[in-house]
């Protein structure tokens, strides 16, 4: 069974790991090419999704030539663009600033590749444009995915098997999760890539982990929602709590209570639609599909309502400001609510 990564933990250590690697790779040059992003660190993962996220990005400008007032259906026209992009592909050049976000962000997605391969892959199913995904952009995450790659590979077995070409999110999101529930192999042997990331930066995973937390029996894992608030009466950067809040907002007449009162539901993720998810990201999480999809996935694990509660409250609520009588927080609010009602 996976464990859980503590987001911050991973995010921090992924900005140190790649200040360490880009300060030597820019210390004799300005800007660095592809072939030179294929070496760039001893974890062959890092760099074949940081040359994944060029490709992304060299995608993204080609469509940026499209326009409706010329042919780029022709032949002539087709062969040129062609010629434009192999060209291109072959001169990479990339400085330091522009380099670094992708470096951090390929270290963060290797390190869940690693040690908790069904996130990552929920992050990036999370991540599904309006358009949907198709099989052929599964079978692109393939071409770049060198570590556990038996869960992806099952995953696209069972999207070749779906009746329709294209799956949205919520359609990719549920076949993932049956992917994963079905799945049974082992995680790979973490230790040769821990080796490989403590040439540059030491570590151990058990640093990462997001479960090495006091166990059920002490006393804080057991508090009520009027302890905590007693608690946070104390704590001068936000005396009230989520209750308080929401408690308070009368001509809402919207209370935990009256939340409590709807209907269970089995999953969290499940329950969000396409809407509400992007509402949540853009509101509550930073505009960070990944923030978002970790910590749905580590509420859908909490065993209590006050557990989940607490959870929001301590990692994100504070985090991110968040105005607790919004839309975005007493929606939220409720479909957690719903779940361990």
């Given at each position: 069974?996976?464990?859980?990564?503590?987001?911050?933990?991973?995010?921090?250590?992924?900005?140190?790991?790649?200040?360490?690697?880009?300060?030597?790779?820019?210390?004799?040059?300005?800007?660095?090419?592809g072939?030179?992003?294929?070496?760039?660190?001893?974890?062959?993962?890092?760099?074949?999704?940081?040359?994944?996220?060029?490709?992304?990005?060299?995608?993204?400008?080609?469509?940026k030539?499209?326009?409706?007032y010329?042919?780029?259906?022709?032949?002539?026209?087709?062969?040129?663009?062609?010629?434009?992009?192999?060209?291109?592909?072959?001169?990479i050049?990339?400085?330091q600033?522009?380099l670094?976000?992708?470096?951090?962000?390929?270290?963060?997605?290797?390190?869940?590749?690693?040690?908790?391969?069904n996130?990552?892959?929920?992050?990036?199913v999370?991540?599904?444009?309006?358009e949907?995904?198709?099989e052929?952009?599964?079978?692109?995450?393939?071409?770049?995915?060198?570590?556990?790659?038996?869960?992806?590979?099952?995953y696209?077995?069972?999207?070749?098997?779906?009746?329709?070409?294209?799956?949205?999110?919520?359609a990719?999101?549920?076949?993932?999760?049956?992917?994963?529930?079905?799945?049974?192999?082992?995680l790979?042997?973490?230790?040769?890539?821990?080796?490989?990331?403590?040439?540059?930066?030491s570590?151990?995973?058990?640093?990462?982990?997001?479960?090495?937390?006091?166990?059920?029996?002490?006393?804080e894992s057991?508090?009520?929602?009027?302890?905590?608030?007693?608690?946070?009466a104390?704590?001068p950067?936000?005396?009230r709590?989520?209750?308080?809040?929401?408690s308070?907002?009368?001509?809402?007449?919207?209370?935990?209570?009256?939340?409590q009162?709807?209907?269970?539901?089995?999953?969290?993720?499940?329950?969000?639609?396409?809407?509400?998810?992007?509402m949540?990201?853009r509101e509550?999480?930073?505009n960070?599909?990944?923030?978002?999809?970790?910590?749905?996935?580590?509420?859908?694990?909490?065993?209590s309502?006050?557990?989940?509660?607490?959870?929001?409250?301590?990692?994100?609520?504070?985090k991110?400001?968040?105005k607790?009588?919004?839309?975005?927080?007493?929606?939220?609010?409720?479909?957690?609510?719903?779940?361990y009602n």
């Open positions: 069974m996976e464990r859980k990564l503590d987001q911050a933990l991973v995010k921090q250590y992924s900005e140190e790991f790649t200040e360490k690697v880009l300060s030597v790779a820019y210390a004799t040059s300005e800007r660095l090419s072939k030179a992003i294929l070496n760039l660190t001893p974890v062959k993962q890092i760099n074949l999704l940081v040359i994944k996220a060029l490709f992304d990005q060299w995608q993204h400008e080609i469509d030539l499209r326009s409706p010329f042919d780029y259906e022709s032949e002539e026209v087709q062969q040129a663009l062609d010629d434009f992009i192999n060209t291109l592909s072959q001169h050049s990339v400085d600033s522009h670094q976000p992708l470096v951090e962000q390929a270290v963060q997605e290797t390190l869940y590749l690693v040690l908790s391969p996130v990552y892959y929920q992050q990036q999370a991540t599904i444009s309006a949907g995904i198709r052929e952009d599964v079978l692109t995450w393939l071409k770049y995915i060198k570590i556990n790659r038996p869960l992806l590979e099952l696209i077995n069972k999207f070749r098997q779906q009746p329709t070409a294209v799956l949205d999110t919520d990719a999101t549920h076949l993932l999760d049956e992917t994963v529930n079905e799945f049974s192999d082992p790979e042997d973490a230790s040769p890539y821990v080796a490989s990331f403590s040439e540059i930066y570590f151990e995973p058990e640093q990462l982990m997001a479960d090495n937390e006091p166990s059920h029996s002490e006393e057991v508090r009520t929602p009027e302890e905590d608030e007693h608690e946070e104390v704590v950067t936000d005396p709590t989520l209750h308080d809040y929401l308070e907002q009368s001509s809402a007449n919207t209370t935990l209570t009256d939340i009162k709807k209907h269970k539901i089995g999953s969290i993720r499940e329950y969000i639609g396409v809407n509400q998810r992007y949540f990201i509550l999480f930073g960070d599909p990944q923030e978002y999809q970790q910590a749905i996935y580590e509420l859908d694990q909490k065993q309502y006050v557990e989940a509660f607490n959870f929001l409250r301590h990692e994100f609520a504070q991110h400001h968040w607790m009588d919004s839309e975005e927080v007493v929606e939220l609010l409720e479909i957690v609510s719903k779940r």
